[in-house]
T-cell receptor
Framework: AQKITQTQPGMFVQEKEAVTLDCTYDTSDPSYGLFWYKQPSSGEMIFLIYQGSYDQQNATEGRYSLNFQKARKSANLVISASQLGDSAMYFCAILNSNSGYALNFGKGTSLLVTP | NAGVTQTPKFRVLKTGQSMTLLCAQDMNHEYMYWYRQDPGMGLRLIHYSVGEGTTAKGEVPDGYNVSRLKKQNFLLGLESAAPSQTSVYFC???????????????FGPGTRLTVL
């Protein structure tokens, strides 16, 4: 079974600084995919970034990048140059090949960006 | 192109009442999912469908039923609502079952359900 652990319930960062949100995972699948989603206070789920287990490079999307360490089973999200609009819940998730490729989510990290 | 839509957005039920949540997608996706989100928790899978006419149980299926009679629609039913089913319900869909960013799940806006 796949499992995602996000150990930081809440994080603070000052505007324009970088922040790292932690995610560790456990899976028995030889190949797997990891996602990060953002959920602002309005409630919608916004896809941020994807990392495949066999991707040669760590994923990047604009100000978002993944620090993917396969041996450590970690996929930490790095947000550079934080903006006030980055304040939200952030969820790490792994594809579950046993459930129609649904997502197994962590409990999330609440990020607050301060001026 | 509306993406994934959910009806209704809010609902209050009394214990024992029934209701159906409707999810519709216009992206021709094969895979559809129902999740619930409770305070302090991530999303948990209730049921899913890998194509028209198919459904399967997820992590927390008790008290719910689903149907996928048309490819674009995925219905979630509560036959006899209980206070423990108070939650925010999200529907999602995806195009590809294979690993890759193409398997991004597109989420609906959510339905906030309160059972008194």
């Amino acid at each position: 079974a796949q499992k995602i652990t996000q150990t930081q319930p809440g994080m603070f960062v000052q505007e324009k600084e970088a922040v790292t949100l932690d995610c560790t995972y456990d899976t028995s699948d030889p190949s797997y995919g990891l996602f990060w989603y953002k959920q602002p206070s309005s409630g919608e789920m916004i896809f941020l970034i994807y990392q495949g287990s066999y991707d040669q490079q760590n994923a990047t999307e604009g100000r978002y990048s993944l620090n993917f360490q396969k041996a450590r089973k970690s996929a930490n999200l790095v947000i550079s140059a934080s903006q006030l609009g980055d304040s939200a819940m952030y969820f790490c998730a792994i594809l579950n090949s046993n459930s129609g490729y649904a997502l197994n989510f962590g409990k999330g990290t609440s990020l607050l960006v301060t001026p | 192109n509306a993406g994934v839509t959910q009806t209704p957005k809010f609902r209050v039920l009394k214990t024992g009442q029934s209701m159906t949540l409707l999810c519709a997608q216009d992206m021709n996706h094969e895979y559809m999912y129902w999740y619930r989100q409770d305070p302090g928790m991530g999303l948990r899978l209730i049921h899913y469908s890998v194509g028209e006419g198919t459904t399967a149980k997820g992590e927390v299926p008790d008290g719910y039923n689903v149907s996928r009679l048309k490819k674009q629609n995925f219905l979630l039913g509560l036959e006899s609502a209980a206070p423990s089913q108070t939650s925010v319900y999200f529907c999602a869909s995806s195009y590809s079952p294979y690993l890759g960013a193409d398997n991004e799940q597109f989420f609906g806006p959510g339905t906030r359900l309160t059972v008194l």
